[in-house]
Every structure is written in structure tokens, then in C-alpha cells.
């Protein structure tokens, strides 16, 4: 197999030793996953309610993580802010996998000027960063989730589709391929029903990989004002939020939404590693 | 192929990914709603004066690939445009602010070589416990996005202890520049800290297990000698590769950096003018970054095969 992920390198001791390392961060990921789902119904406060009086209050029995420098209940706004801190990256990566998948399985299977396209595109691609890229769609249509979540799915397809020519490639030559050639079945249905199922668990642990980057991409681009709209609570733009708090001296409100975004990137990486890491055992 | 025969191509071929990128970048001004005057205007009231200033700026009224060639021309002879928000030439305000930022990813870069490198090396070196802790730190480093760091390090260090200025890049002296910088380029450096040390360590592992390593301690060289001259000089080419990797995340990381620490660079500039629609900032910005990313690379690329001999020309892994 000569497929390489494109990966956090050295993690494999991390990876080896670490069952409880990776255990915590399955668990980590799956209380993100539940409070991203189960919000709504867990906020104690409305995450929008202005109370200046309020503000930058301690914790309390009402706040038990305290509230911002606009007197907004930082524990409802971290609740909230996993909706779309984790929907974001969500479609990245579902959008990127998806059409990855197929740029990759056609390169590798049709060749020709596909493949050729895909290479430029690839090399095009890796030249503009998916940040820049988000930057210059935002610049010209305007704030919101949708435009970046394209820009930087477009940005990871060739790391995907990359992966999945050269897995199709290593597939293509093994003789079950041949045996179902001969027998007459169409390429769609080689491709669909038995490539594909063969291939999806080393592209689906880039993906989770993929996650944390788009995570850490999309809460950077919260953070300047240009992700999310701004009355919406996000990770990264109440990182923003914070800095106002910080300069009064009262980081609680900055220094959760920073342990949030370092945790649940770490997390993703660490499950990811670790199924990449299978895989590749298996597949040896 | 000759060295120059490969240089020469490698800068072909960075022209041509180039002249791509700087395409994208031209067309995505018509990716808008509405027609470019418009677009380029966003939402100001023109007077028709200004409209057919706009028109004749931009060549609205040519077809698409001549205006776009002369954009190119225009931006080759180093004339960006003007902005629309600051109503000055494009060029000026990037004079302005370029070298802030280029000092900015220079004492990164520093500070990233120096410490991702030392901490690799000793990670790979001593094992057992340096390596765990290292490994657990560089974890977490690698989960930090920048923006994170600078607020955090701006709130320790500049609010809470008062060591160092929270904002701004100081008043014209050079001392006070780098005192001011000092703090954003430890937030611009952490993440690229943990993954350099990360492909250091394992490419020194590496080169730990190989023969030639065993017979050089077989016969008697120091220890030392043998990891600086036979271990981390082999593993220097496949460091070497994260190097366009490494100039292209800080390139993009010191736009949060900058707008965390208030620094007038271009990084927050391309900020502010993509806040403000300033479409020919923005272009001018997304195009220095595109292009300083594939300088590198192409330094990168041709420094290899001097620094390990035993690549082939335009290969990037060693032909062992």
C-alpha cells in the first residue's frame, strides 16, 4: 500500500501506550457531540440576554461558569457555541469526503485528463492555504457560515481525493477487480460496492483527522468577525468576546471557549490517529 | 538532469501554479452578486462621476481575459490598484506594512527552528520520560490553533504580569518593534513548535535504527559525534520538506495573530479590508501570501538535494 496520510506525525507512541489517552478522548468527543445535540434543552440562560449589571459576575449558583463582558451566561453560550463550532467542520468534512471520494475514484479509475486535472488542481491547492481562500470568498460574499464551509471544503477535497486515487489505484490492481471485470460487471458497480467499502475506513480516519483542522480554521475565522453571523454563540468569536474580559482582568469567560476549541481538536486528532493507526495494522 | 535544467523548470512550473492562483484571485471578484462597479463601490452611494471612475480604473467595459491581463501587468510592474477604503494606492499601504509582518514570521521562524528542532532531537535522544513529556506537550500544542495561544499569552503575560506591551508594534525603533513582537511570535510559533518537534523526533528515530548509525558506535565514535554528524544531519532533508508547509502556516496564522495583538501588518489589514469589501486589498494581500509561499517551496526544493545528496533531483523522500 504506498497510501499516505496526511497526518500529525509522531503520534504513534501516543497511539501504542495511550488506551486511556484514547479512551478519555472518545469520551471527550462524544460529551461534545451530545451537548452540540442536546443544547437547546440544557441551557439554564438564554445565551443572548444582555444584563449589563451583570456583567463579568464571578460564578454563581446562577452562572456556574461565570458570564461575559456583555453579562451573557457563559455556560448556555459554550452549550450553543458546540452547535456550530462542530456543524461547521461537519460540513467541511462531509462535503470534502463526499466529493473527494468521487474526483479520486475517477482520477484513479478513468485517468487521462482527470488525473491530470487533479494533479494541477492539487498542486494549486496546497499553494492557497483554505484559510486565505475563505478569506477571499468571505471578502466577496459577505459574512456567514456558508461561504467559508465551501471555500475550506474545497480546500481539503484534493487532501482527500489524493488519498483515494492512490487507494483506489492499489485496489485496482488486486485480482478481485479482474474477476468481477470479466464476470461484466459495470465500473460503477466495482467501484460502489466493493472499492469503495474496502477504501472508506482509511478515508473516514483522514476525515476525522480533517475535523480538527476545519475546526481550528473556521474558529479562526469566527475570531476575526468573518465566520459565523454575530449574534450567533461560537467557540471562536467568544474567544473574541474574551479578550475585552481579559483586559478587565476576568479571563474566565475567554480562557473556557479556549479549553473547549484545544480539547475537542486535540480529542478528534488523537481518536483519528489512533483509527488510522488500525487500519494501516490491518491492512499490513 | 542538470541542477540548472531542474531549476529552471521548477521556477517554470511555479510561474504557471502562480499565474493559476493569481487568476483565481482576479476572478473571484465576479463570483459576486451584481455587476463589479457595484461590487467594487459595496453599497457606497456613487456619484455617476465616480462610477465612470471606476469603470475606467478597472476597464469594466473590456472583456474579461484583457482585463484581467492587464490587471496582471498592472500587479508586475507593482501597481496593485488603489483601495477603495483608504483611498491611496494599494502598493503604499502594503510598503507600509509588509516588513512588520515579515519581521513578525521571521522571529517565529527563529523561534520555531530553534525550539522545535531542540526538542525533537532530545525527544528522540533521551527517550523514556523527556520523551513522554514532550510528546504530551507537543499534543496540545498541535491542538492550539494561533488565535487561542495569542489570546491566552496576552492575557498571562501582557494583562496579568504586565511583562510585555498587550498591543500594538511600538513606535518606530527597532528595540521596541521586537519587544512588541515578542508575544505574538511565541503564539505564532507554538503549533508549528509541536509539529516540527514531532517530525524531527521521528525522523531522528529513524535514523537512530539505521546500520550505519550501529557501526559508527561499533567503532568507538562519541555518542555525540554520532547524533550530530550521523543522526540529525541524516534527518535535516526530511525537515527540510515541512519548510513550505511551515512559511505558509504562519503567513496565514499571522492574520488572527495580528488582529489578536493589534499589530499593523498586512495581516490585519487583509482583516480589515475583507470586513470593509476593499476588493483590491484583499487581492493584492491573498496574492503576496500565494506568492511567498511558492518562493519558498521553490527554495525548499532546490536546497534539497544539497543538503542530502543522495535525493534525486525534484524527488522529496530519500532514493535508499
Known amino acids: ?284 | 538532469m542538470s541542477f540548472v535544467r531542474f531549476a529552471l523548470r521548477r521556477v517554470a512550473e511555479m510561474a504557471a501554479t502562480l499565474l493559476t492562483a493569481s487568476f483565481v484571485v482576479f476572478a473571484a471578484m465576479y463570483l459576486a452578486p451584481g455587476n463589479p462597479a457595484s461590487f467594487l463601490l459595496a453599497g457606497r452611494s456613487a456619484s455617476p462621476e465616480a462610477l465612470a471612475a471606476i469603470n475606467a480604473q478597472y476597464h469594466l467595459d473590456d472583456p474579461f481575459l484583457v482585463r484581467y491581463f492587464r490587471w496582471l501587468g498592472d500587479i508586475l510592474q507593482g501597481d496593485f490598484g488603489r483601495s477603495i477604503t483608504y483611498r491611496t494606492d494599494v502598493s503604499r499601504l502594503l510598503a507600509d506594512r509588509l516588513p512588520t509582518t515579515l519581521t513578525l514570521i521571521v522571529m517565529s521562524l527563529v523561534v520555531v527552528v530553534a525550539v522545535g528542532l531542540f526538542l525533537g532531537r532530545i525527544a528522540a535522544v533521551r527517550g523514556g520520560a523527556t520523551d513522554s513529556a514532550i510528546l504530551v506537550t507537543t499534543t496540545l500544542a498541535v491542538g492550539t490553533p494561533s488565535f487561542v495561544a495569542a489570546v491566552l499569552l496576552q492575557g498571562l503575560f501582557a494583562v496579568n504580569l504586565g511583562w510585555f506591551p498587550s498591543s500594538g508594534a511600538g513606535d518606530g525603533g527597532l528595540g521596541d518593534l521586537l519587544w512588541h513582537l515578542t508575544l505574538p511570535s511565541i503564539a505564532l510559533a507554538l503549533y508549528l513548535i509541536g509539529m516540527l518537534a514531532r517530525v524531527t523526533r521521528s525522523a531522528m528515530l529513524e535514523a537512530l535504527d539505521s546500520e550505519h548509525v550501529t557501526v559508527a558506535r561499533s567503532r568507538g565514535v562519541p555518542e555525540r559525534q554520532v547524533i550530530r554528524r550521523h543522526v540529525f544531519r541524516n534527518s535535516l532533508s526530511t525537515v527540510l520538506t515541512t519548510g513550505g508547509l511551515i512559511v505558509s502556516t504562519l503567513l496565514v496564522c499571522t492574520i488572527l495573530v495580528e488582529t489578536a495583538f493589534s499589530i499593523g501588518g498586512i495581516g490585519q489589514l487583509l482583516e480589515l479590508s475583507t470586513t470593509t469589501k476593499d476588493f483590491p486589498t484583499v487581492q493584492a494581500i491573498s496574492l503576496i501570501i500565494v506568492a511567498l509561499f511558492m518562493i519558498v517551496n521553490l527554495v525548499v526544493d532546490l536546497l534539497l538535494p544539497l543538503v542530502d545528496p543522495r535525493l534525486t533531483l525534484g524527488s522529496r523522500s530519500a532514493a535508499v
Open chain 1, 1 to 284: 500500500m504506498t497510501a499516505v496520510l496526511t497526518r500529525r506525525p509522531g503520534l504513534s507512541r501516543i497511539r501504542a501506550a495511550g488506551s486511556p489517552l484514547h479512551l478519555v478522548c472518545l469520551a471527550l468527543v462524544a460529551v461534545v457531540v451530545l451537548a452540540a445535540l442536546f443544547a437547546p434543552w440544557l441551557v439554564p440562560h438564554d445565551p443572548n440576554a444582555v444584563d449589563l449589571g451583570n456583567a463579568l459576575a464571578a460564578p454563581s449558583a446562577a452562572h456556574p461558569f461565570g458570564v461575559d463582558a456583555a453579562g451573557r451566561d457563559t455556560l448556555s453560550r459554550l452549550l450553543l457555541g458546540a452547535r456550530t463550532s462542530l456543524l461547521g467542520p461537519l460540513g467541511v468534512v462531509a462535503f470534502s469526503t463526499a466529493a473527494g471520494i468521487a474526483v479520486g475514484t475517477a482520477a484513479a479509475w478513468r485517468g487521462g485528463w482527470i488525473d491530470s486535472v487533479l494533479s494541477r488542481s492539487t498542486e494549486l491547492v496546497f499553494a492557497f492555504p483554505g484559510m486565505l481562500l475563505a478569506i477571499l470568498i468571505i471578502s466577496v460574499y459577505g459574512e456567514g457560515l456558508l461561504a467559508p464551509v465551501i471555500a475550506l471544503a474545497v480546500a481539503y477535497l484534493p487532501y482527500v481525493s489524493r488519498l483515494t486515487r492512490s487507494l483506489v489505484l492499489a485496489e485496482r490492481a488486486r485480482p478481485y477487480v479482474s474477476a468481477y471485470q470479466v464476470q461484466g460487471h459495470s465500473a460503477l458497480q466495482i467501484c460502489l460496492r466493493h472499492i469503495l467499502p474496502n477504501i472508506a475506513p482509511v478515508v473516514l480516519a483522514q476525515s476525522t483527522i480533517n475535523f480538527g483542522y476545519a475546526l481550528m480554521d473556521l474558529a479562526g475565522l469566527s475570531f476575526l468577525g468573518l465566520g459565523v453571523p454575530a449574534l450567533t454563540p461560537d467557540w471562536g468569536r467568544m474567544v473574541f468576546d474574551g479578550q475585552t474580559a481579559i483586559q478587565h482582568g476576568y479571563p474566565l469567560s475567554a480562557i473556557l471557549p479556549c479549553a473547549f476549541i484545544v480539547l475537542t481538536v486535540v480529542a478528534f486528532n488523537v481518536v483519528g490517529e489512533r483509527w488510522a493507526d488500525r487500519v494501516a495494522r490491518r491492512d499490513r
